[in-house]
């Protein structure tokens, strides 16, 4: 029981993660630094890079959420457990966005022109996906 409501309760922290700050950035420190969530960085990226903002979507949004709808109706016995395994694969997707995110705020530190800090939203959004990743193992095993 206790795996299935930790599942649906990650059903609703995914938005919450979404529209959560992930980082604030600004260009000189007399400015003050503008917040960029996941949302707001995939619309931002669709105004310039239409492509790029579909990838972003995919890794940040449709991915996760999707696995975890997977895992809930295996969970709840609505899908079979043959379906864990394409799930799996969802959850490397959306590890790499995470990846990016770190990439992308290592850089911007690197280079110097700004400043970028991490806002309390990477920290949910992180933990998000390595709790579907927990829960993905761990319905794997119950269902074994």
Do not use: N
């Not at 799930?87 to 990846?99: E, V």
């Amino acid at each position: 029981m206790f795996l299935r409501l930790a599942t649906l309760s990650l059903l609703l922290l995914y938005p919450v993660a979404w529209a959560a700050p992930l980082m604030r950035a600004g260009v000189l420190p007399l400015f003050g630094l503008a917040e960029i969530s996941v949302l707001t960085g995939i619309r931002s990226l669709w105004s310039s890079d239409i492509f790029l903002a579909l990838v972003v979507a995919l890794f940040a949004l449709i991915a996760p959420y999707a696995k975890l709808l997977g895992l809930v109706a295996v969970q709840w016995r609505l899908a079979p457990h043959r379906l864990l395994v394409p799930l799996h694969g969802l959850s490397r997707l959306a590890m790499a966005d995470i990846f990016l995110i770190a990439l992308y705020i290592t850089l911007a530190k690197g280079i110097g022109v700004g400043r970028v800090e991490t806002a309390w939203g990477l920290y949910l959004f992180t933990f998000c996906i390595l709790a579907s990743l927990a829960l993905g193992r761990w319905t794997e095993r119950s269902m074994s």
